[in-house]
């Protein structure tokens, strides 16, 4: 490419072909620093200063797949009622304490981790951190908060049900995997299982999973690193513990024949389809060729399937395709909302497309455009203090090497076609895939059944 | 970072343009806004300037269908666009190597949109279009919460009587002449403003916004005025009601007030006081009616930043299953009329949370220049932006107290109840 056709005050020769592009400019992560704390809590750090926030994350293997399907949703009640209060405070006075800072402790639970996090004003860290410790050290998970948080999650299930994108997620889990499996539930738990939940239950739970020696914490901002492991450590030294082994999860095998599913949803004007398997864990030698063939089938907005569904027939607002990569075993999904008039034609499609991207393989044209994507947007993944958090909690959770992002457009730029359709081959089977509708059984169960592609089996919710 | 310092200037053809140079990374955000949106669109046309956004992605005279989203994305870069009551933006965050791209592509549809347009096209957008709204409205539960409260909240007469999305019906009924029209009435130079945030030298990037933009004729025509009456009063002048038995999981009540507009100073006290009511666990709402009278599963509170004569205010709460409507309703009056006694102490509070959240949005690129492009449009400066904490801190709890006593008693209130059960009628 000439450099003389992207001086800033050349003449637009023409409107014709996209501008060259200029030179590039090199996009390198900040260095991140890794110690441990006395405590035996892995530490994180990346030291900016451009913006005068830190971003906090504390991450704990206290995710739902501990749990057995009777007490499924114990860590996700556990992690809502933990801000309930400490031995010093009431969950009223914390708020207020912590808010005052200008800041709120985020806790997310999922499958593998919990996680508790925040972004303050970096001269407000010292007393944040302080106010962390007293809820990981002491919480005490008054009667009242938990009763009243098991009552929040119930009335969710609820709000769950009558959402038809939940439903379809839902119904395609327990179509995916074994009843025994944690994945064949919703994250939260089921209204049997939430309803026996007791204080105690949670009280064991935090005992047991929030432990430093399982966890790991991650501070990004404006400070320095050493003040950070000094502050982090003088804050976190009463915290003790460490780490229970994980459990192992039942293997998923699908048989090959298989229902389509349809949950009636009466009178309803779209359909909800999801196409699914289990999938991959996270952490194996296939995941960059995945996160490439993905991109391509149906993870950007130029994938196939978008393309298809959406620009060519125009079925949809949008359809997503996704691997969920877990610590053991994770799905593949792809999910669309369409008009109901058009439900077996989209589902006809979408089948197809997944079938043929397996059994042909992406383009060599597609793979290279793919990959300039996921490398191009790496860097748009790692802008802020709180987004560069939650990449390093990626690390810790997962045990990724500390590097695992600084190589990763190295990884990416290295994927092939033939790699991709090798990786997908191995991990996606369109003839195994479950096939689930939420819609007007009436207005589709017919043209389904005449696709061919199994049996329909009914269900109302 | 701070304070954000930018460079502007106007193109000959009317273009205003905000330059926001932060080398840190090497990525840079572009963000347009056209200052038109469902505020502008006449009677009939509906969701016209929305489904309009739609077909700027279908390719311009010198950009096949298709390969808009395809070069972005080649050059590893994420977009979009997103209509409101007030604007259109369309914003693409990408490698900086690539800054030619983006301005090759948004000024192709800013200057040569029109060549390219065909039936075909439209077809396919409205039908996704539709879907749109059938996926987001009509197939969700409270899915149609926002066009109740417009309706209760502004009159007939009213630029934001109706939703963005627009009806089914209007949505369908748009034509080839509709979007040369709309084209050639707002998406005018003089009627946007382009904001490059990130890794960019400002004359280096001036040159090429020149470049790419200079050549697109200026219009000496202003905009059509907004239809309709602009301002119905500070009050609705009582309490409007709508109640919905639907298929819905949990009774569910808004409630809706008219508020100053984004542009008014006073604004800033009604941002602060809907901090106070639903920001965290501490807020009034949460505290009261979730956490000690256990009455509401979940609450929230939003102050919408709109320009066209009043804004509006919406809180609202979910109930539990059982929950008697109310019961819910007279909790949500209760802790709303109460913050006639709020304290220095909970303004505090709201000020620091909205402090933290606003570096947080400015922190991040694509966000910034969406911001400075917001306050270049209504304010003609962008580097407004840098004084919207201080703007909050000057709110105290008095002017909160006023704003509870004037704006959110029951001469102007508009409350819509769901209750869980079959639809009537």
């Known amino acids: 490419m000439n450099p003389s056709t992207n001086a800033p005050d050349a003449p637009l020769r023409s409107r014709a072909t996209p501008p060259p592009q200029g030179p590039i400019r090199p996009f390198n992560l900040p260095e991140v620093r890794a110690d441990k704390l006395t405590s035996g809590l892995r530490l994180r750090t990346i030291q900016r200063s451009e913006v005068p926030l830190v971003s906090a994350a504390l991450v704990l293997e206290a995710g739902e797949s501990l749990l057995s399907r009777q007490a499924a949703g114990t860590a996700v009640l556990t992690g809502d009622s933990l801000t309930g209060g400490t031995a010093e405070r009431s969950g009223a006075e914390l708020s207020e304490a912590v808010e005052r800072l200008g800041t709120g402790f985020q806790v997310s639970t999922g499958w593998d981790a919990t996680s508790i996090s925040f972004t303050c004003l970096a001269e407000r860290l010292d007393e944040t951190l302080s106010l962390l410790a007293e809820v990981v050290v002491g919480a005490s998970f008054p009667p009242e908060e938990v009763g009243r948080v098991r009552r929040q999650r119930l009335a969710a299930l609820q709000q769950r049900r009558m959402n038809p994108a939940s439903l379809a997620d839902d119904a395609l889990a327990e179509a995916v995997f074994p009843p025994d499996h944690p994945y064949a539930r919703s994250l939260s738990g089921e209204p049997g299982s939430v309803q026996g939940i007791t204080r105690d239950a949670a009280l064991a739970f935090f005992a047991e999973r929030y432990r430093p020696g399982a966890g790991g914490f991650v501070l990004v901002g404006d400070i320095a690193a050493d003040d950070v492991f000094a502050l982090a450590d003088r804050h976190l030294s009463a915290w003790k513990g460490a780490a229970l082994p994980l459990p192992e999860l039942p293997t998923a095998t699908l048989p090959g024949t298989r229902p389509v599913i349809v949950v009636d949803r009466p009178d309803a004007v779209q359909s909800e389809i999801r196409i699914g398997l289990p999938g991959p864990s996270r952490g194996g030698p296939d995941d960059d060729a995945l996160e490439v063939g993905n991109s391509i089938l149906g993870g950007a907005f130029t994938s196939r399937l978008n393309m298809n569904l959406r620009e060519r027939h125009g079925f949809t607002y949008g359809v997503r395709s996704r691997f969920a990569q877990r610590r053991h075993g994770g799905t593949f999904k792809i999910g669309t909302s369409v008009q109901t008039e058009v439900t077996a034609r989209a589902l006809a499609e979408a089948e197809g497309e997944l079938r043929r991207f397996v059994s042909e393989g992406p383009t060599p044209s597609e793979v290279a455009q793919a990959r300039e994507y996921l490398s191009g947007i790496f860097p748009l993944r790692m802008e802020t203090t709180a987004q560069l958090t939650a990449r390093l909690a990626e690390v810790l959770i997962y045990h990724l090497p500390d590097d695992h992002h600084h190589r990763y457009r190295e990884r990416i730029r290295a994927v092939t076609p033939e790699g991709v359709r090798d990786a997908v081959g191995r991990h996606v089977d369109p003839g195994r895939a479950r096939l689930v509708v939420v819609g007007d059984a009436k207005r589709i169960a017919g043209e389904l059944e005449d696709l061919g592609l199994g049996p329909v089996e009914v269900t109302s919710t | ?425």
């Open chain 2, 1 to 425: 970072m701070f304070p954000i310092r930018t460079e502007r200037h106007v193109l000959a053809n009317g273009l205003t343009v905000v330059l926001a140079p932060d080398r840190a990374v090497p990525v840079v955000a572009i963000n347009l806004w056209y200052g038109v949106g469902s505020r502008n669109e006449r009677e009939g046309r509906t969701g016209f300037a929305h489904l309009f956004e739609h077909m700027m992605f279908q390719g311009s005279a010198h950009v096949p269908k298709g390969r808009h989203f395809e070069l972005v994305e080649a050059a590893g870069g994420s977009l979009n666009a997103s209509t409101w009551f007030d604007r259109t933006n369309y914003f693409e965050t990408l490698p900086s190597h690539h800054l030619d791209l983006a301005l090759w592509l948004e000024s192709d549809r800013m200057g040569w949109l029109l060549p390219a347009m065909t039936e075909e096209k439209l077809e396919n957008q409205r039908d996704v279009v539709r879907n749109e709204r059938r996926q987001r409205y009509d197939n969700q539960p409270y899915g149609d919460w926002d066009e109740r409260i417009q309706e209760l909240v502004y009159p007939e007469d009213h630029p934001y009587r109706h939703t963005v999305i627009g009806s089914m019906e209007d949505i369908g009924a748009a034509s080839l002449q509709d979007v040369r029209e709309f084209f050639e009435t707002f998406y005018l130079p003089g009627n946007a403003v382009l904001t490059l945030a990130g890794d960019i030298d400002p004359i280096d990037a001036l040159a090429r916004v020149e470049r790419y933009f200079g050549e697109i004729p200026g219009s000496d025509a202003d905009p059509p005025p907004i239809p309709g009456r602009h301002d119905p009063g500070p009050v609705i002048g009582g309490t409007t009601r709508d109640t919905v038995r639907s298929r819905v999981p949990l009774p569910r009540i808004y409630m809706a007030f008219r508020i100053p507009p984004v542009t008014d100073p006073a604004f800033y006290t009604a941002d602060v006081a809907t901090s106070v009511l639903s920001d965290g666990r501490a807020s009034r709402l949460y505290r009261r009616l979730v956490r000690e009278q256990e009455l509401a599963k979940d609450v929230a509170a939003f102050a919408f930043p709109l320009a066209t004569g009043r804004s509006l205010m919406i809180a609202w709460l979910n109930g539990y299953p059982e929950s008697d409507p109310d019961e819910l309703e007279a909790g949500l009056v209760r802790e709303l009329e109460g913050l006639q006694d709020v304290s220095r102490d909970e303004v505090a509070r709201a000020v620091a949370l909205s402090e933290t959240r606003l570096l947080r949005q400015a922190e991040q690129l694509a966000s910034r220049a969406d911001l400075l492009s917001m306050h270049q449009q209504l304010f003609g400066d962008a580097e407004r932006l840098n004084g919207e904490v201080e703007r909050l801190r000057a709110v105290t709890p008095e002017a909160v107290r006023e704003f509870a006593a004037t704006t959110l008693g029951s001469d102007n209130r508009a409350v819509l109840t769901y209750l869980p059960g079959e639809e009537q009628g």
